[in-house]
């Protein structure tokens, strides 16, 4: 089974940034979609970013993150990128990395995505 872990989350002053990692375990890392969720205190959870499989090379992002938020892969290293800047108090949540289909574009409905990362909590404070 494919496993995924996630680092880099702590806090942050609004304003700032951090860069979240998702090291995959497991075979063809590059074939596969990506995608980051997050879920606050109360809430549902709900998309924030995804990358297609490498082949198709496109990115998705939710309205809250888009020019802020960038999602990124480094195939040699079986890793996903979430670069997070400008970050707001609102963005406080725990993050989740996840796998999603084999050549897939990167979906935003949570069901899509077969493997999941444990969680790290972000906080940003104001």
């Known amino acids: 089974q494919v496993q995924l872990v996630e680092s880099g989350g702590g806090l942050v002053q609004a304003g700032g940034s951090l860069r979240l990692s998702c090291a995959a375990s497991?075979?063809?890392?590059?074939?596969?979609?990506m995608g980051w969720f997050r879920q606050a205190p109360g809430k549902e959870r709900e998309f924030v970013a995804a990358?297609?499989?490498?082949?198709?090379?496109?990115?998705d992002y939710a309205d809250s993150v888009k020019g802020r938020f960038t999602i990124s892969r480094d195939n040699a290293k079986s890793t996903v990128y979430l670069q997070m800047n400008s970050m707001k108090p609102e963005d406080t949540a725990v993050y989740y990395c996840?796998?999603?289909?084999?050549?897939?574009?990167?979906?935003?409905?949570?069901?899509?995505?077969?493997?999941w990362g444990q969680g790290t909590q972000v906080t940003v404070s104001s």
């Open positions: 996840a796998q999603g289909a084999y050549y897939g574009l990167g979906s935003r409905e949570s069901n899509s995505y077969n493997y």
């Open positions: 497991g075979r063809t890392f590059s074939s596969y979609a």
């Open positions: 990358i297609s499989w490498s082949g198709l090379g496109s990115t």
